[in-house]
């Protein structure tokens, strides 16, 4: 295979055209055997394959910087640059990240995982290039999906000003996860399926065969264009109003030509954007028919693809896979649609993510009273306060690790003004595969100071159900958080049957007088497994379900520790500013100071990627881990 000979990119510069195309045709096996083993991005990679190439074979990497935006289609890229023996560790525990990451290897010139950051950072790193009198090309490869952003657009505002030495190719393949939406990708649309296009590529294609030399700029070919094709260049006359020459767009499959293309613009000292036109999922039938479904997959057989039954519209085989306990997102999209055919007021908003938040139902149900935004979660937030101002009642539906991009719009938006979003927190927690960019163990800590807002978690996906109904008839901002996978509790609980949801009241799981535990959402169903091995050395255990976060039942956590003077907190966030941070100041303010406090949960550092259970284990979030803590912390 050729593949195995590419140790680092400079291999692939001697391989003929030939060559170079039976090489994508062994990185999209490559990649396609993997995904179906490990789980991963598959169709953003499939899509990316002859652009990676053509970056690399002109391109010296890592000389030169290649920064990747989302990074979910990097695969190709980690396979060319001597990643290809690591790559069946792909996404697994202490094995390679499926996103770049600048720790991994010197080519990963910056670890991403959220979207629309390339344009940015790619514009600091040429900046201080040129600060540090060095020189090397820099080169952001951008999604049209994550073209939605406004910090794309913050990024390429600021290329066009300080006009740098700067490429950036514009990926276009039509969709986000699902078709992306908005007046941005209307206006792409335009440019790609205009009559001009078709001629223009013809006619780009043949200059640039014309070109006597190699390394005459495309800007040159552009001038020459122009004579001939006048208007030709009008599509990108926005990106070039910001400042960009722009090229395209061009077929992003076409080895040969996006190689004189790069060649071309390689000698261009300002900045350049490149519109390229791919397929999603290209060169996989199952993925080509449907990009949405294999964008983010679990394992699947690659004969049979992912819908086999049972498995029908998956975008996380992990969560739907057919057991009897249903996802979250699911049990949130159907409360949703249950709650808005009884409440005109309910509308929903999310940031491209329909179909992974579980609002794919709900869009199907109420299409007019869902609003896709595209990759703008601070947009939706602020969005949503200015549906909320109106009466109406706003859910916004958004994983908790993006949601950190909209702490201002929910402080200064909505909190302040006390308005009645509801934000559906999904993800929240360990996540899992996807790792450190991905973790959603944060938002405890950045949301329980804000002044207004009620924040719950819920054990299960009824009561999940209940705070949602609560939550929208709450006159005021307020958050649920829950987390990726199935809802359960232990069956045989006889107290997990759902008591009625009551601002900040907690409810009791087990009594005990040995120690308090407390759990705030998905931790509840360890915590009470654990309650139950410590009962078998015969230690009794209160086991608490916290329900509200904010405000904290203060009444039945003071109550409880007046008697009971060991209290262990479980939390699937950070410690620094957790729930369990939040117990130790109530009984600080209840002056308690005689009450011991263990607090389980994440200490000061990045959640790695792998399995969810490795990683519970771990951080001793699991029953075995609360149990071992708890009975060390009561000798
Ligand atoms: C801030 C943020 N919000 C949401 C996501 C989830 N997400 C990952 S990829 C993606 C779509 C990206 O579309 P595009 O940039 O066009 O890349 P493609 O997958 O089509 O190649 C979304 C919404 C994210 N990574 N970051």
Redesign the pocket.
């Known amino acids: 295979m050729l593949i195995e000979n590419i140790k680092s990119p400079q291999d692939l510069k001697s391989l003929s055209t030939e060559e170079l195309n039976a090489l994508a045709e062994e990185i999209r096996n490559v990649i396609i055997e993997r995904v179906s083993i490990n789980g991963g991005h598959l169709?953003?990679n499939l899509?990316?394959v002859e652009l990676t190439i053509a970056l690399h074979y002109v391109f010296n990497s890592p000389e030169d910087k290649i920064v990747w935006?989302?990074g979910?289609?990097a695969y190709p890229h980690k396979l060319l640059t001597g990643r290809f023996p690591l790559f069946p560790t792909l996404r697994q525990y202490g094995g390679m990240s499926g996103f770049p990451k600048i720790s991994e290897s010197p080519h990963d010139a910056f670890g991403t995982?959220?979207?629309?950051t390339s344009i940015s950072a790619a514009l600091g790193i040429a900046e201080a290039r040129d600060q540090k009198g060095e020189n090397f090309k820099v080169i952001a490869v951008?999604?049209?999906?994550?073209?939605t952003?406004g910090l794309a657009f913050e990024g390429l505002n600021h290329a066009g000003h300080l006009k740098k030495d700067l490429i950036v190719i514009l990926?276009d393949?039509e969709?986000?996860?699902s078709p992306?939406v908005g007046a941005m990708s209307n206006y792409l649309s335009k440019v790609i399926t205009s009559s001009f296009f078709q001629k223009f590529r013809k006619e780009t294609k043949a200059l640039l065969e014309g070109i006597p030399k190699i390394g005459e700029s495309v800007a040159k070919i552009a001038q020459r264009a122009e004579g001939s094709l006048k208007g030709f260049f009008l599509p990108g006359g926005l990106f070039e109003d910001l400042g960009f020459t722009y090229v395209g767009p061009i077929d992003g499959h076409d080895i040969p030509l996006l190689i004189e293309t790069l060649r071309g613009t390689k000698e261009i000292k300002e900045p350049v954007l490149i519109h390229t036109v791919t397929k999603?999922g290209k060169g996989y039938k199952f993925s080509e028919d449907d990009p949405c479904v294999y964008?983010g997959t679990g394992p699947f057989d690659t004969n049979m693809g992912v819908r086999q039954e049972g498995l029908k519209d998956n975008v996380d085989l992990e969560q739907k896979a057919p057991k009897s306990d249903p996802a979250y997102s699911d049990v949130f999209g159907n409360a949703l649609i249950e709650i808005a055919e009884g409440d005109k007021r309910v509308v929903a908003v999310t940031?491209?993510?329909k179909e992974g938040t579980g609002l794919a139902k709900f869009a199907e149900a109420f299409p007019e009273r869902l609003y896709d935004v595209g990759?703008a979660?601070p947009h939706a937030a602020t969005f949503a306060a200015g549906l909320a101002t109106q009466g109406l009642r706003p859910v916004v539906a958004i994983y908790s690790t993006?949601l950190q991009?909209a702490y201002d719009e929910i402080v200064h938006d909505i909190c302040l003004q006390n308005l009645p979003v509801i934000f559906a927190i999904d993800r929240a927690g360990v996540v899992g595969e996807d790792g450190p960019t991905h973790q959603g163990v944060f938002d405890i800590s950045f949301l329980r100071h804000i002044p207004n807002l009620v924040f719950m978690a819920p054990k299960d996906g009824e009561e999940l159900n209940a705070m949602m109904k609560f939550a929208v008839n709450h006159n005021g901002p307020s958050a649920i958080r829950y987390p990726r996978g199935k809802t359960c509790m232990p069956s045989d609980n006889n107290n997990n049957r759902l008591s009625e949801i009551k601002l900040g009241k907690a409810e009791i799981l087990a009594e005990g007088e040995d120690v308090v535990i407390i759990a705030a959402g998905n931790t509840v169903a360890p915590c009470v497994k654990a309650a139950e091995l410590l009962k078998n050395d015969n230690i009794n255990s209160c086991v608490v379900n916290i329900r509200f976060i904010k405000p904290l039942d203060e009444d039945l956590i003071i109550s409880l520790c007046k008697r009971v003077k060991r209290i262990v907190t479980v939390e699937e966030n950070m410690l620094a500013g957790g729930f369990g941070s939040a117990i130790l100041e109530c009984l600080n303010n209840a002056s308690l100071h005689d009450v011991k406090v263990k607090r389980i949960g994440i200490g000061d550092e990045f959640v790695e990627h792998g399995a969810q259970g490795i990683l519970r284990k771990k951080y001793g979030l699991d029953e075995e881990g609360i149990y071992k803590t708890a009975k060390e912390f009561l000798k």
Do not use: L, T
Not at 113 to 116: K, L, N, Q
Not at 142 to 147: E, H, W
């Open positions: 169709a953003s899509g990316v935006d989302v979910h289609q995982g959220h979207s629309s951008i999604g049209d999906g994550a073209m952003s990926n393949n969709m986000s996860i992306n999603k964008h940031a491209a993510m990759i979660e993006f991009r």
